[in-house]
């Protein structure tokens, strides 16, 4: 049992490291075991109370209502007219220009889902004001320069799913970080592991957790290292650190290393061992476009039950069908899926067809949505934590992990003895793209979603995404993980 035990860490871990080496003699000795055992108490402690937020979503919704311009009966022919994209032209004439965003501000006033969370009326008048300013009343105007001007005077928004002309509004937030020093964590002070007789208590004048964070060392081992999220455009960061002592000193947080092997070589691989799967997802799979990986997915879930570990590989996997989540969450747990999030969506206005809206308010209702007027609403789905039966889930994040594969990694947080390594994920989940078309007569992309899926901001926030339980970073990232795996796991199988 012991040598079959060995050989399945063996082959879980090459399969994380990409390939074959010859694996370390090293397992989790009583030290290690009781090490993880705490911290993974300590997470579950923390995931029992995530939760969405409370708050009424009544102070999002726009008043369809008053007087303002909205979608026109002709605005809703010229958008399905040109759905699909076509050619981007090189000029278009001032006049077409403002035309083209008179129409586009009418649309995010009927449609777009993050129209009142980014300032309603009052924030996109001025910046449509602004923005037929500098277009100007004459001449031609570059398609470039256009769109331009409507990222910079919608810069304000910072949704990873909104697209003008391919380009994203995403904000610049980097992940840095420190492992020149090793932390350690004793009686709930934080030292530094080559001086532990003078406590920390505070980093940046804040408390030392604030920015000390569970890692994987160079040697597979646990320790922790100063992380920030920052929008910042410089190379490096100075943080104080102040001791008990009284003493005081800098340290430089620059961009954190966390690239690995990106080659994917499979869409979606299932590798199970005696009391262990490993779940490479690459994609959230969508039913029209791979059906194949997704009914694979759903096929493995009544032996995913029966493994004591599953390790679930999201670092490729930057979104899809968030219907999947759903349908796997039920399956595993035999619970609906509770998100950490109220969600918030429109009503499409542009869909006059009432067999179509009777269909969409039937799928509405079929996924805990109600209906209200022109919105459609998820107010506090409740809060939800799960037990696992002993189990344990693994989940890799990175920063390609994003909307969908968010939406999973948030829903396994909802299970007990779940455990985030990597780094922060994308942050693209507080909307959806719900629709991809030309505009009218730029011929410009335009991407956007007509929901809102409100976070608490201190578990989530776009842009910057879900923090993870462990993090990652470094050079020889799969050496490290593969050394992590040996080292702590076998306790748990």
């Not at 979608?71 to 759905?83: A, H, P, R």
């Not at 909802?414 to 505009?439: D, K, P, R």
């Amino acid at each position: 049992m012991k040598l079959k035990k060995n050989l399945t860490k063996c082959a879980l871990v090459l399969l994380l490291a990409g390939q074959i080496t010859t694996p370390l003699n090293t397992y989790a000795g009583e030290q290690e075991q009781q090490e993880l055992y705490e911290i993974i108490q300590e997470i579950n402690q923390k995931n029992s109370n995530l939760d969405a937020p409370r708050n009424s979503m009544d102070q999002f919704r726009y008043n369809f209502k008053n007087n303002k311009s909205k979608l026109t009966q002709n605005d809703t022919s010229i958008m399905w007219k040109d759905y699909s994209r076509k050619n981007i032209k090189k000029n278009i004439s001032a006049v077409i220009a403002k035309k083209e965003t008179k129409w586009l501000f009418r649309l995010l006033r009927s449609q777009y889902g993050l129209y009142t969370y980014y300032g309603s009326d009052a924030k996109f008048i001025k910046a449509k004001k602004k923005i037929l300013k500098e277009i100007g009343t004459k001449g031609n105007i570059t398609t470039k320069k256009y769109q331009k001007i409507l990222h910079k005077n919608l810069g304000f928004i910072t949704d990873c799913h909104l697209a003008i002309g391919e380009e994203l509004f995403v904000a610049d937030a980097r992940l840095f970080s420190d492992e020149s020093v090793h932390y350690i964590k004793n009686n709930g002070y934080f030292y530094k592991e080559e001086n532990q007789q003078d406590a920390i208590i505070s980093i940046n004048n804040k408390k030392p957790d604030t920015y000390l964070k569970h890692a994987i060392n160079e040697n597979g081992g646990l320790s922790y290292y100063p992380y920030a999220m920052l929008e910042q455009k410089g190379n490096s960061r100075k943080f104080n650190v102040k001791y008990q002592s009284g003493k005081s000193e800098y340290i430089t947080l620059k961009p954190a290393i966390y690239s690995y092997n990106k080659n994917i070589k499979r869409l979606y691989g299932y590798d199970k061992y005696d009391k262990l799967a490993y779940v490479e997802m690459n994609q959230a799979y969508m039913d029209w476009d791979t059906p194949k990986e997704r009914k694979r997915f759903l096929k493995d879930i009544p032996n995913m039950k029966k493994q004591d570990c599953l390790v679930f590989d999201l670092r490729n996997n930057t979104g899809g069908d968030g219907s999947l989540i759903d349908t796997w969450f039920k399956r595993y747990t035999g619970q609906k899926l509770l998100p950490n999030y109220s969600t918030l969506r429109i009503r499409p206005v542009f869909i006059s067809n009432k067999k179509e809206l009777k269909e969409m308010d039937v799928f509405a209702v079929q996924t805990g949505m109600k209906k209200d007027g022109k919105y459609y609403y998820s107010q506090y789905p409740g809060h939800q934590y799960l037990k696992n039966n002993g189990r344990h889930i693994f989940v890799l994040t990175s920063r390609h992990t994003s909307s969908a594969a968010e939406s999973m990694t948030d829903a396994l947080k909802n299970i007990e003895n779940t455990v985030t390594i990597g780094t922060n994920t994308g942050g693209v989940l507080i909307n959806m793209a719900n629709y991809s078309m030309a505009m009218p007569y730029s011929g410009l992309l335009l991407q956007f979603g007509t929901c809102l899926q409100n976070f608490d901001p201190s578990y989530f926030k776009e842009s910057y995404g879900i923090e993870p339980d462990i993090y990652l970073t470094g050079k020889n990232l799969d050496q490290r993980l593969k050394k992590f795996f040996q080292t702590y796991i076998s306790g748990l199988i």
